[in-house]
């Protein structure tokens, strides 16, 4: 499969208890887990890659070793700018849509702290111990897909009708009863529900934006042991916010009467003394809204070591605890539909559901990582690499409420849907000169689901010039990019309708141009 299992917005994903709610929450543990060491634009420039290379603020949230390879305190800002953009391509009809947005990804200081011997060997024992701060912006949310198409397959009200079935009898079921959208029906089974709307050629078009973003505030030691061991802890508090807004929107035709009675031949619609005779064989529009906004904070550690087997090759390992989340979810949801006689200008019906808010607060315990890496030294550069594992099934919900049996669901969700990836991270350095140094590197993340493909990958390149006094300034260019396919909504029992949810395809790609400044003193 190349699927990706994200419900964007649409009415499977409405914020409410049960399936439906554990399916949207169990991709939202995902997002919410995941997440880079963000740094500055000379550490990105090299493909993100730190876990063996120190003298960089960016070790405050990567390495905490490499702290320790600081001879003088260091204090920087990196600026970023990110242009987003999607390609989308549902039932062969081609959009895009693009975004873009300016932050402050990285900020910190770097206070060196030497030892005092008086007339000691400053060579041997512990030489410093150094002290970091730093803020960095690890995920930025701001996405928008908005693509449209002529679905020959089915209608999103399938969803709908498979949904009553599941909550039949509960209070947004019987709302849709009320729509004029749907009847029932028995077989072999029992009761069933199925929508009034035409099974093939409805129009579909799905709007949603997402935004906001994930940030950390790191407090970081380091310390150098002869030159030739490094150790670094750091203490994180995590910060993020999540909105997301989505209409999706569905034009097409109900039944005639000849295609409700194959389906109910006692139906109430074939009765013309009845009211819902009159949404027979009309023209609908369908507008589904979802909202959601979702914050949390947490905290986690990480211990980094790096030490130097020679002169010019250092080894490197970090191992970072889960971070240990509190969010609390609210979402909105609502759907309208207006009926129209053929080729008219004004609806004769509009139904309008309630609207049902859901507020909830849960736990959640991200998934720990481990990395090992290695920078080889040359007279006139470097090169580094380095591979993390990060455990994706490890995450883990908790129900504040003590709801057993839904933390129990979730947990088996999350095991059932995720594995564990490898990511890849490598880079290098030139020194053109005294003044001026040029940057490359290359990065992969690996595929956290089962049953799915989706992987990113990013290429980037920069350049570093001194410029006197401590003074440095660092630009670089980022792209990622990754490929997965979308659904708008899923149909519960498409075997029975003989057919299969929707898919949008989406190429997304994400440009990051990164500006550093800053000052050793």
């Known amino acids: 499969m190349t699927i990706k299992k994200i419900l964007f917005g649409s009415v499977l994903a409405i914020g409410m208890v049960g399936t439906a709610k554990a399916q949207s ?24 890659a730190s876990t063996a290379l120190g003298g960089d603020i960016s070790a405050i949230t990567g390495n905490p070793a490499g702290l320790g390879f600081y001879n003088q305190s260091d204090a920087s800002a990196t600026l970023r700018y990110q242009y987003g953009k999607n390609k989308m391509n549902y039932f062969g009809n081609k959009t895009n849509s693009k975004t873009d947005n300016f932050n402050l990804d990285n900020g910190g200081v770097v206070f060196h702290l030497p030892t005092t011997r008086y007339g000691g060997d400053l060579t041997k024992g512990w030489l410093n111990f150094n002290v970091g ?14 693509y449209s198409g002529m679905n020959s397959d089915n209608s999103i009200t399938h969803a709908y009708a498979d949904r009553m079935i599941d909550e039949d009898g509960k209070e947004w079921s019987n709302d849709m ?3 004029f959208m749907f009847d029932q029906a028995f077989d072999k089974v029992g009761k069933f529900y199925f929508p009034i709307a035409e099974d093939k050629g409805s129009e579909q078009l799905n709007s949603v934006w997402t935004k906001g973003g994930k940030s950390e505030t790191a407090l970081s ?55 819902e005779a009159k949404f027979v064989d009309v023209d609908y529009e369908l507008f589904d809204h979802y909202g959601q906004v979702t914050q949390g904070s947490g905290f986690d550690f990480k211990l980094g070591m790096i030490y130097k087997a020679t002169p010019s090759l250092s080894l490197g390992f970090t191992a970072k605890t889960p971070t240990f989340m509190s969010i609390t979810d609210e979402s909105t949801s609502y759907t309208d539909i207006n009926y129209f006689k053929p080729n008219a200008d004004k609806s ?8 049902y808010d859901t507020s909830y607060d849960y736990n959640l315990q991200t998934p720990y990582k481990l990395s090992a890496g290695l920078t080889q030294y040359f007279s006139a550069g470097l090169l580094t690499a380095e591979v993390e594992f990060v455990d994706y099934a490890s995450m883990r919900y908790r129900d504040v409420y003590n709801n057993n049996s839904n933390e129990q669901q979730m947990n088996a969700n999350i095991k059932n849907t995720y594995q564990a990836a490898f990511n890849v991270r490598v880079g ?10 040029g940057r490359a590197g290359f990065n992969y993340n690996g595929n956290p689901y089962k049953d799915a493909e989706y992987k990113t990958y990013g290429i980037s390149a920069g350049l570093g010039a001194k410029l006197g006094r401590g003074v440095y300034l660092d630009l670089t260019g980022v792209y990622n990019a990754n490929n997965y396919k979308e659904n708008p909504y899923r149909i519960t029992y498409e075997g029975d309708w003989n057919t299969v949810s929707p898919s949008v395809d989406v190429k997304n790609s994400r440009t990051n141009v990164m500006l550093t400044i800053g000052s050793k003193f």
């Open 133 to 146: 701060i730093a803020y960095n912006r690890t995920n930025l949310f701001n996405n928008k897909l908005d």
């Open 221 to 275: 030691f380091g310390s150098n042991y002869s030159n030739k061991f490094y150790i670094g802890a750091t203490f994180s508090l995590t910060d993020f916010r999540y909105e997301k807004s989505a209409v999706f929107t569905e034009y097409g035709i109900t039944k005639d009467a000849a295609g409700i009675k194959a389906l109910n031949p006692e139906s109430n619609y074939l009765k013309a003394d009845r009211e």
């Open 428 to 437: 290098g350095e030139v020194l053109f000169n005294q003044i001026l140094s």
């Open 25 to 48: 929450m169990t991709e939202d543990v995902l997002l919410f887990s995941q997440g880079d060491n963000g740094g500055t634009a000379r550490f990105k420039a090299m493909g993100g």
């Open 177 to 179: 009863k009320s729509s």
């Open 348 to 355: 004769f019906h509009n139904f309008a559901s309630k609207y």
